[in-house]
């Protein structure tokens, strides 16, 4: 493959990454067993199209401004998505995802006056670990979406709706989800506040 070609693949996986989230937003919030489904498995893909395009940049050193720019708006964008479509589905707390998206913006802030000096501020540790709970959690939560879909579709198809059933859900869908995105939204709490302690210089400078 020439390099020519290669060196495009990363910027290909995140426009694609970005219509796959064009399509999985409407699709989520259909909130139905098959479109749960395929709303999983289009999270995924998107998901595993992040770590590709990545993982390419790094093996082969491929950098571009587009890839700066437009790579982490998609994580962005993805992520978001995901947890909006959450709240508008009554799973997760506004509160948590509030957190979670200021989060976002004071790290994009950051970054953007460090460049200014010509520093990169590299991801954190802490980040990380956000990061990758963030994922897991949001699979976590497609999956016990779907379970609970296929479990009302199977009571509707036999005519049994009980109080064991609404149980279920409420279990599936308001307790395992809010605790999961409850560690999240302290991960980036942390990961936050470690970013704008570590960059502190920043602000004092400005104000």
């Known amino acids: 493959m020439k390099f020519e070609t290669l060196k495009k693949i990363p910027n290909r996986l995140t426009m694609f990454r970005i219509f796959i989230i064009i399509i999985f937003i409407p699709t989520v919030l259909m909130d139905k067993m098959i479109s749960s489904y395929i709303a999983l498995f289009l999270f995924i893909i998107a998901a595993i199209s992040d770590y590709l395009d990545g ?50 913006f004071l790290i994009s802030g950051i970054r953007i006056m460090a460049a200014k000096d010509g520093d990169i501020i590299a991801a954190s540790n802490w980040g990380k670990i956000k990061t990758i709970t963030e994922i897991i959690a949001i699979i976590a939560i497609l999956v016990l979406l779907s379970i609970v879909n296929t479990l009302e579709y199977l009571s509707i198809s036999t005519e049994k ?47």
């Open 55 to 104: 993982y390419i940049a790094r093996k082969y050193n491929i950098i571009s401004n587009f890839g700066k720019v437009m790579d982490p708006l998609a994580d962005k964008i993805m992520v978001i998505s995901a947890l909006l479509c959450f709240v508008q589905l009554n799973i997760v707390p506004a509160w948590m995802v509030i957190i979670i998206i200021a989060r976002e």
């Open 161 to 207: 709706i009980s109080i064991l059933d609404f149980q279920i859900r409420v279990i599936l869908l308001r307790l395992i989800p809010y605790w999961l995105m409850f560690f999240v939204a302290v991960t980036a709490l942390i990961s936050g506040l470690e970013y704008y302690f570590k960059n502190i210089k920043l602000f004092e400078n400005e104000i």
